[in-house]
């Protein structure tokens, strides 16, 4: 089994969701008492969303490169970032390893080829849905992406920092987000990323009439698919 390097970049809440997702399915694969190995980092928020604020994500790519190359020393045999946002610093975290990156987006698109969408909703912060890092990848590889009006882009982004960043879940808010999807399923959106690795805590597939790819999920089980291959 590899060990997998976790590094959390947004909100702690996430960073756990990972770590029982991860241990979680290598048990399910496994059985027994297996777990999965695991060397994690993780870095003060505050600072991470200071630098955001600021447009520094080289500071904090430089951040989170230290600690992605304190993973590898630590015996780390790939990376997993624990957040979308912070993976427009990807490639100055990968300047620090030797060690590849298990990049989100890139496990996400997979998925959505497997269903054959050709155009999906993006929800995340507003740097996710509104600069190219992340949906330009989609885009790429032939998927049309709708994201929300301004004023929306504004309340899902005031509701991941105010609340899912720190374990609100409020029923008002699940509902606003019902709403944009709804607004997303008008236009023509055949299924919905949710595209912060909050978000999964607030809407499940349950809640939504078309497919839901929570990328928390999907990037754990592609984590597990890396640490067990042969």
């Known amino acids: 089994m590899k060990t997998i390097g976790l590094l959390g970049g947004m909100s702690w809440e996430s ?14 694969q496994l059985g027994g008492l297996h777990s999965a190995k695991i060397k994690l980092a993780s870095v003060d ?14 500071k904090s790519g430089e951040l989170l490169g230290q600690e992605a190359q304190r993973l590898e020393q630590a015996g780390a045999d790939f990376l997993v970032i624990c957040t979308n946002t912070m993976h427009k610093v990807a490639p100055q975290i990968a300047e620090h390893l030797t060690i590849p990156i298990l990049h989100i987006a890139e496990a996400t698109i997979e998925e959505l080829k497997e ?23 989609i885009i790429d ?27 609100k879940i409020l029923t008002k808010s699940k509902e606003a987000f019902l709403n944009v999807i709804a607004k997303a399923i008008e236009a023509g959106a055949e ?4 595209g912060c690795t909050e978000i999964g805590l607030l809407i499940q597939q349950r809640d939504v009439a078309i497919p839901v790819f929570d990328t928390t999920e999907i990037h754990s089980h592609k984590a597990v698919q890396r640490a067990l291959a042969e």
Do not use: H
């Open 191 to 194: 299924g919905v990323i949710l």
């Open 141 to 167: 590889s032939g998927i049309n992406v709708w994201i929300p009006s301004e004023s929306d882009i504004e309340l899902v982004n005031q509701i991941i920092f105010a609340e899912l960043c720190q374990g």
């Open 115 to 137: 269903q054959k969408l050709t155009k999906v909703a993006l929800l995340g912060t507003k740097y996710t849905m509104t600069q190219t890092f992340y949906k330009q990848k």
């Open 45 to 58: 928020f505050e600072v991470i969303e200071k630098q955001q604020l600021n447009d520094q994500w080289e």
């Open 15 to 28: 960073t756990v969701t990972y770590y029982t997702r991860i241990n979680q399915l290598v048990n399910q």
